[in-house]
């Protein structure tokens, strides 16, 4: 279990659902059926619960979360096609990092990479560099990254000082920009965005 269902009980009070009801109550109403009583949740259960039970608990205190679709600041796709899931699906079980047992999947990735270097009118020809990455802000930080060692080896064959980069973006932009910033020591410089600014 991940939580007490006694934790529920602000995300139903804030929903409007069963106002009355005590922790007492709702851990006696999710308890019957199972054979595992609910203590300390943050302790490793000596028991454990059967996968449709554990599945049940865990779906329903989920329910409290925000819905994905109507959150205007998420950085991710909220729907996808259902051949695109059953993809995913598929082939959680594969390690992608090792390229040695799942080369076809390695294929796959090179390929993606290659369609990318093509949208961006990258070099015909050139082997498109990069990497898949689980979410936008850790490929913000690995860009941000290469950018600083690409920058810093470009300073030092001028000679030139290394000990103060800087990485320049709108006001507006993503936050993980922002703490690619305060995490990899580079000053960040933020241009204003408004109707003065034409940004």
């Not at 079980?93 to 040695?100: A, Q, S, Y």
């Not at 796959?108 to 990479?113: A, D, Q, T, Y």
């Not at 941000?144 to 507006?172: C, E, H, Y």
Request: aromatic share 8%.
């Amino acid at each position: 279990m991940t939580e007490s269902v006694g934790d529920l009980l602000p995300g139903m009070r804030r929903m409007g659902l069963n106002r009355r009801a005590t922790a007492a109550q709702i851990d006696l109403t999710y308890g019957a059926g199972y054979s595992e009583s609910t203590g300390d949740v943050h302790a490793f259960p000596t028991t454990g619960m059967p996968a449709r039970n554990a599945y049940q608990l865990i779906h329903d205190s989920l329910k409290f979360d925000g819905d994905p679709a109507l959150n205007c600041a998420t950085f991710l796709t909220t729907w996808m096609e259902p051949e695109a899931e059953k993809l995913i699906v598929e082939n959680l079980g594969k390690n992608r990092v090792d390229i040695d047992e799942y080369e076809a999947t390695e294929r796959v990735h090179r390929r993606c990479l290659a369609h990318l270097h093509d949208l961006w009118n990258g070099t015909p020809g050139q082997e498109a560099t990069g990497t898949v990455t689980v979410g936008s802000s850790e490929g913000i930080m690995l860009g941000g990254l290469a950018m600083k060692w690409r920058w810093r080896q470009r300073m030092q064959a001028q000679g030139k000082d290394t000990s103060r980069p800087n990485i320049v973006f709108g006001a507006n932009a993503q936050v993980a920009l922002e703490k690619t910033a305060r995490y990899f020591d580079m000053e960040a410089r933020l241009v204003p965005v408004s109707d003065k600014s034409r940004y």
